[in-house]
DNA sequence: TTAATTACTGACTGACCAGTCATTAAATAA
DNA sequence: TTATTTAATGACTGGTCAGTCAGTAATTAA
């Protein structure tokens, strides 16, 4: 007789779980491509890691880029929003909105899994024009916007000198997303590390430049 | 009788230049990794855009890799060699050098084919990280040397204020690297243009912010 | 002129992968 | 319990491409 090791039979092969796949193929979705970015993540493996069959992947989803739309479309378009209402509603001085504009940009996507996103699309950008295209739209345009509209506040009041605001917009928002590429691509091998002076010493010199010099009003 | 047009028989299918095969081969290399990226740039198409067959380019290069590390170390580290020289023997004042030095870096690599290299390294970075670790030794740490020694200069000096001058070096480095991935990623796809202010604006508020206030100062 | 050398060619191999679809079985209705 | 519906599976297809190598022809040496 032999005796050998049987593994418990699961009590069933699979379940059934329409609610909850595309949540979770969409998180998978996010780490791989964080990983290895878009073009390199086999579809496979996404079924894999959601802990389902390459199959009913494409029951839940059509396409390897209409995953990705969606994962732009559920997990940004949310904190764009977010941030835009707090624009929206604060009263207070524009140098304060501004210097919390870019630290809730930091915490909200610098600081978490979202900043991985804007390095996939510029990778992809070349072989993927549609995703690129979607992304500009749906994202960069809109975050633009944002700064402008601030500066252009801070300008309008009296606060801030007159400036480009547009030139001014992308002057903020360079060294907000290109620590994220960095982030992503390059630290690996960099042996120097982004410390959190970074971000403080860009607000610092922003506003140096922006705020008017009080030394001749009263 | 059939009259043909007859092409003009070439009077040999193929010529031997062994001496110019490595140079055509990187040049058609860049134009299509700049167009494509690395991965999705086919060894067929560089070999046809160069003139000659997929055979003949593994008789220059071992292999696709080898030939992204001769475009940076032949194209990238003679431009580097040059601003280091021309940092090295500067006289006058810091604020000129750092001024002319950005230039320098927009004059010879933003605003030529070069600036495509940065965006390829990162977009590359996860699935060929030899490629990464090989242009951050040879580049980035390179490049971030030489603006952290002109800071450092300045504030030796007391051109400049005391500032950390890593973080200072990243941030003037930031929007620089920055509008080069733009370029060739997102800028296709977004209406908005990078006018010749951006360069401008961000060189007065780096020095805005460096150089001391003069108030005081006799 | 003939032989030896080597730059060059391109068909081929083996590996990879997005997306399909016939089949299986879990859940639900009858 | 049996029939129906549909979530889920995974082998398969058709296409892609880096790198190889046996053969061809331009060049050079004998």
């Known amino acids: 007789m032999v005796f050998s090791i049987s593994k418990p039979e699961p009590s069933s092969r699979w379940k059934r779980?329409?609610?909850?796949r595309p949540e979770e193929i969409l998180n998978a979705a996010l780490?791989?491509?964080?990983?290895?970015?878009?073009?390199?993540?086999?579809?496979?493996d996404v079924a894999k890691s959601a802990?389902?069959?390459?199959?009913?992947?494409?029951?839940?989803?059509?396409?390897?880029?209409?995953i990705f739309h969606?994962?732009?479309?559920e997990m940004i378009s949310p904190e764009i929003e977010k941030v835009e209402t707090m624009v929206a509603n604060y009263k207070g001085p524009t140098d304060h909105l501004l210097r919390q504009l870019i630290r809730?940009?930091?915490?909200?996507?610098?600081?978490?899994?979202?900043?991985?996103?804007?390095?996939?699309?510029i990778s992809e950008s070349g072989n993927f024009p549609e995703l690129a295209e979607f992304f500009v739209e749906t994202v960069v345009?809109?975050?633009?916007r944002l700064f402008t509209d601030v500066v252009s506040r801070g300008v309008v009041s009296g606060e801030f000198n007159l400036v480009e605001t547009q030139a001014v917009a992308r002057l903020i928002i360079a060294p907000l997303v290109y620590a994220t590429i960095?982030?992503?691509s390059l630290k690996p091998f960099d042996d120097d590390y982004l410390s959190d002076e970074y971000v403080d010493l860009h607000i610092k010199f922003i506003l140096k430049?922006?705020?008017k010099d009080q030394r001749f009003d009263v």
């Open 17 to 20: 779980r329409k609610e909850d």
């Open 182 to 184: 960095w982030q992503h």
């Open 70 to 73: 969606a994962v732009v479309q």
């Open 51 to 66: 802990g389902i069959s390459k199959g009913t992947l494409y029951n839940y989803f059509e396409s390897k880029e209409s």
């Open 209 to 211: 430049s922006l705020i």
């Open 104 to 121: 809730a940009w930091w915490t909200n996507v610098g600081e978490t899994r979202l900043s991985a996103i804007p390095k996939i699309v």
């Open 31 to 44: 780490e791989l491509f964080t990983e290895k970015g878009f073009a390199a993540t086999r579809m496979d």
């Open 141 to 144: 345009k809109r975050a633009r």
